[in-house]
């Protein structure tokens, strides 16, 4: 029986048998974390081949005869431009290879744009206010960074198929003053929804009120399967075509690394967009850097080759990750289908799963987990300034413990929601 | 006799056979560079065996148990932040490990100081114009970031000591928009000149009309010494121990890389800098990046091991660099001694000769040698927007050819320098 149905006194003895489970829980000191999407060490050896491929002088010359442990390519070797609009699905001459992190790629063109305006555009800063859509439940580092530059974040629901676009539509053409879009369009974090070609193309052709709107996509999961048959794993539609076909060339700018795929922090970041993008992007480039470490790039392409060498590298991943998104579901489905007010998400890739627990008992499950030694993401983190108005969504990362801990992590937060919605219901 | 004390004749005579001279190498379709300071690639190979002292997973793993291959540690390893910590001639805890660019990193510092203030003052963007003091001759990626801003720059002149200091002073003290300064305090880009005890402590101390006013004290070739024995080799007074000294300890930022150390582009950067500086910067940092690569930085620990492990590799550097010194020299002063109006600096470290052309021939003589196949700097480049009053300086760099094509560059710079020269006196 749901818990909404049970009456005060079996409300009242449920909650002293879980108040007694939970504390002998909290008796064994744990010590778990299912806060951030890390890999897990099995997964980080997968990559441990890459790290010998240059050891010689000979093994540093690129394709085109450049010495990669001298300066200069400041938009990254061709052949790791190559590798990476595989990654970005894109053509390699839009491709600008950069250091080993695209949140700080992300950060600068948001940065840059503020400070010197687009394509010949009235600089952000110059606006008395710059507005931003965020889709929710979303990413905190997108957040972050669109609230240190002071934007007003607009939160809109993010579903199945992607973020509500009527919503979307209505606010980018409502203001000059709303910029742009945080988007993780494939096995979004965190609740894995990947968006529809029809939504990729209303994106793409919406009439915006500001001439200089711009969807940051952030396609972080592009190959992030967590299984190998491809009628079982998402297709996005190319944004970047998209945009092209619907008059809005320069709408877009595509983001990704290779920090899920080979070494997190130790990877390779890189962003495409259109050509005029590009060009207008590459003129504070040049300022800031003189290139990425192209011998990162190097050893990156004589790793992962291809997109066929990437996929086949992202199935030995997903053989490590399935079986925890498997035990995920289960372990919810168990513990929780009869408690009611609880749902989540089956994810098809990405690095999380998306929990939303009855109102107004997400911190409080979250302060529980913690007591007892599990470290879950905040409550809150996936909306803008980590203020979630229903209090609900808590997001599981359950790729970085091994399966034995992830489950035993999992048995205490199950304790933990049943306990806050105990309380809740108690009142 | 000096060119100036020739008669018309003998200046006509003296063209011709220069002309012919000229004439003769250009036929020999030669491609040297002397254009930018980048290690030979004997050099490169010094470092090679860094490549391969992480293979297995144990290697990645930091003296804290960190496993390098994952995410975080924003602030950088702290073995890695005491490695910097000796280049930078500061306390590990002010240090900050960045990406593979200092450059970047002073980019970024500028960058948040006018877009955001420092430590609570007035963002700089919020002035109706900004000034910054650059020294002449100076390193073009310097004054291009401060153009990049839009600041107003301010030239003063460097000398063998360092700036002229009643200048800088005059300057800082005039107006709170002038904030800040771009020094290469040792061994200089280009003339080479290590600035003394007394520059430090007058910079340290001097009255300065902006209290957010801030020195960026790039010591890129802080241990980039010429010659082995000490006596031989400049000293630098620590700017924070000077700055604390003065009360004023928020007053400077360094920054450092083992770019021409180990490998430039895949080296690591690191700044240093009081701690309210660093926990100002960090607030910042903290939203555009999670770490730089762990990786690079054990590995540069690994193969440096500490500041006794630094100085032996420089010495290596050394050994190389020092011939080609020494030659440009010799064929400077065989060349050149007779023909007067041109002077040149004899570093004992660093990276570039600063020539000094006849007035009004600088520009003239960077194109005679391109068009004989010899790169140089662009005349003009050590001078903020490139311009050079006296169009006077040229920036050689010796590092980058082997002895003998370098000798074969000389000869024809050299060259360029009369026949420009002649050109000028017979008008």
């Known amino acids: 029986m749901a818990y909404a149905d049970l009456n005060e006194n079996e409300l009242s003895n449920l909650h002293e048998t879980v108040s007694h489970e939970y504390a002998e829980m909290k008796a064994r000191n744990l010590s778990l974390n299912m806060a951030r999407g890390k890999p897990a060490a099995a997964q980080l050896d997968l990559s441990m081949p890459m790290l010998s491929l240059l050891s010689s002088a000979d093994d540093c010359i690129a394709e085109d005869g450049t010495d990669c442990r001298n300066y200069g390519v400041l938009e990254g070797l061709p052949e790791a431009r190559r590798l990476m609009a595989e990654l970005l699905d894109d053509e390699p001459d839009n491709v600008i290879v950069g250091g080993n992190a695209s949140l700080t790629m992300m950060f600068d063109t948001v940065s840059w744009f503020w400070t010197f305006g687009t394509l010949g555009s009235k600089p952000w800063r110059e606006y008395d206010s710059v507005k931003w859509i965020c889709l929710v439940p979303g990413y905190d580092r997108h957040f972050a960074i669109t609230e240190h530059f002071g934007f007003e974040m607009i939160p809109v629901e993010l579903g199945a198929g992607g973020p509500n676009m009527d919503e979307v539509e209505r606010i980018a053409a409502s203001d000059e003053r709303v ?132 996929a086949a590298h992202m199935r030995k991943h997903a053989a490590i990750m399935r079986p925890k998104f498997e035990l995920v579901d289960r372990k919810l489905t168990e513990g929780l289908s009869d408690v009611g007010e609880c749902s989540w998400l089956r994810p098809r890739g990405g690095y999380f799963v998306s929990f939303d627990a009855p109102e107004g008992t997400a911190k409080r499950i979250v302060a529980l987990a913690k007591e007892a030694g599990v470290v879950m993401t905040g409550a809150g983190a996936t909306w803008p300034h980590g203020n979630d108005p229903h209090d609900s969504n808590i997001r599981i990362a359950p790729s970085l413990p091994p399966v034995e801990e992830l489950e035993e992590a999992l048995d205490v937060f199950i304790c933990c929601v049943k306990l806050a919605y105990l309380e809740k219901l108690i009142g």
């Open 179 to 310: 910029k742009g879009i945080w988007c993780v369009p494939k096995y979004s974090n965190p609740s894995g929804a990947t968006y529809s070609d029809e939504v990729v193309r209303r994106l793409a052709s919406m009439p915006c009120a500001a001439d200089d709107f711009r969807i940051i996509w952030d396609n972080a999961y592009a190959v992030h399967h967590l299984f190998d048959d491809e009628a079982d794993q998402d297709q996005l539609l190319d944004i970047g075509a998209a945009c092209r076909e619907a008059g809005n060339p320069d709408r877009y700018v595509k983001f990704g690394s290779t920090s899920k795929v080979t070494l997190p922090g130790a990877g390779i970041a890189a962003m495409a967009a259109s050509p005029a993008n590009i060009a207008d992007l590459k003129k504070h480039l040049t300022i800031s850097t003189i290139s990425g470490d192209k011998m990162n790039q190097l050893r990156h392409v004589k790793f992962l080759r291809d997109g066929t060498g990437i």
